[in-house]
């Protein structure tokens, strides 16, 4: 089992976007991801999170979450994003956390077994941002993941 450091370093290298925003990785196992990143380099005009900032840490939540089960299952595929929508509720202005909300164990199954058929694989999930403890924002996305030649 990796530790949160491996998993940074890997997110690093495979979406240096990460790297530039100062995402830490703060739990990536047991189903949950939760990801946190400083308000300094992710800043707009307003003193405030960028919102194409916490779209990106939401989505690379949601990306990584996947990413972790496929290897705690056992099975390959290559994960990619199919479409996202986010939505914005409060002003983040400090250091923000987004969290990826619990998947059913049939969503996890269904990837699996349709991975196992050679056929692409499509998980609906959410992620929460939250900016000192209070909720500011939400992403629902479809992820996929693509059968391995």
């Not at 990460?18 to 992710?42: F, S, W, Y």
């Not at 960028?50 to 290559?78: D, I, N």
């Not at 986010?86 to 049939?106: E, R, S, V």
């Not at 077994?113 to 999930?125: F, H, V």
């Amino acid at each position: 089992m990796q530790d949160n450091q491996d998993i940074e370093q890997y997110l690093y290298q495979a979406i240096p976007l990460a790297q530039a925003m100062g995402v830490k990785v703060r739990q990536a196992d047991g189903g949950q991801v939760v990801l946190a990143a400083p308000l300094e380099p992710n800043i707009n005009h307003c003193a405030t999170v960028f919102g194409g900032s916490a779209a990106a840490v939401a989505t690379l939540a949601g990306w990584l979450l996947v990413y972790r089960q496929l290897q705690a299952l056992g099975v390959r595929g290559q994960v990619m994003v199919r479409r996202s929508q986010m939505d914005y509720q409060k002003a983040m202005h400090g250091a923000f956390t987004a969290h990826t909300l619990p998947l059913a164990d049939t969503a996890w199954q269904r990837m699996v077994a349709a991975l196992a058929k050679g056929r692409m694989a499509r998980l609906t999930l959410a992620v929460e941002l939250e900016c000192g403890g209070v909720a500011a924002g939400r992403l629902d996305g479809e992820f996929v993941v693509l059968p391995l030649s």
